[in-house]
Nanobody, 124 residues
Framework: QVQLVESGGGSVQAGGSLTLSCEAS????????LGWFRQAPGKEREGVAS???????SSADPVKGRFTISKDNAKYTLYLQMNTLKPEDTAMYFC??????????????????WGQGTQVTVSS
């Protein structure tokens, strides 16, 4: 199994920044892709950004140029640097992971392991 624990959420005004962290533990050899997802009340969970084992990244259009995904392999930690936050970025943010059986993208169903989430609230 793989355990994922997010941290770093909070409340911020529009235009501000936050950095989310996700600490991974367990059967790390199973992980090929790590991703960030978010879910706002009444909406479906959507992909935000992903990074594969070789460090290749992909970001969803709504966050391109504002959010940056990165990881520290030595610390088994995934990060999401969020800049120029907007009220529409308000959501529960989740860290997720899957093995090498899928391309590393933003498809929710591809991800086997999930954290509990951390809330991000952006006020106008």
């Amino acid at each position: 199994q793989v355990q994922l624990v997010e941290s770093g959420g909070g409340s911020v005004q529009a235009g501000g920044s936050l950095t989310l962290s996700c600490e991974a533990s367990g059967y790390m050899f199973r992980i090929y892709c790590l991703g960030w997802f978010r879910q706002a009340p009444g909406k479906e969970r959507e992909g935000v950004a992903s990074i594969d084992r070789d460090g290749r990244t992909s970001s969803a259009d709504p966050v391109k140029g504002r959010f940056t995904i990165s990881k520290d392999n030595a610390k088994y930690t995934l990060y999401l640097q969020m800049n120029t936050l907007k009220p529409e970025d308000t959501a529960m943010y989740f860290c997720a992971a899957h093995g090498p059986w899928y391309r590393c993208g933003h498809t929710v169903a591809d991800f086997s392991y999930w954290g509990q989430g951390t809330q991000v609230t952006v006020s106008s």
